[in-house]
């Protein structure tokens, strides 16, 4: 099924005329996947945080 499908590779003269900024879209796409598991990661820890945070305000813990 993978076999067809063709990798994103530049040649080193392509990536040295990119701009600064493509480079960097190159490179958070790369990682996007990994982002996004961080967005849905980070605010059920803060989610969880909060609610500890205010049970122990309020003495139910």
């Known amino acids: ?29 790369r990682v996007n996947h990994i982002m996004e598991l961080i967005r849905t990661v980070v605010p059920i820890m803060l989610l969880l945080l909060n609610t500890i945070i205010i049970l122990k305000l309020f003495n139910y813990i």
Do not use: A, F, H
Request: aromatic share 6%; hydrophobic share 20%.
């Open 1 to 29: 099924m993978n076999k067809n499908r063709k990798k994103n590779t530049y040649k080193q003269e392509d990536w040295d005329k990119m701009s600064p900024i493509r480079k960097l879209e190159r490179k958070l796409d």
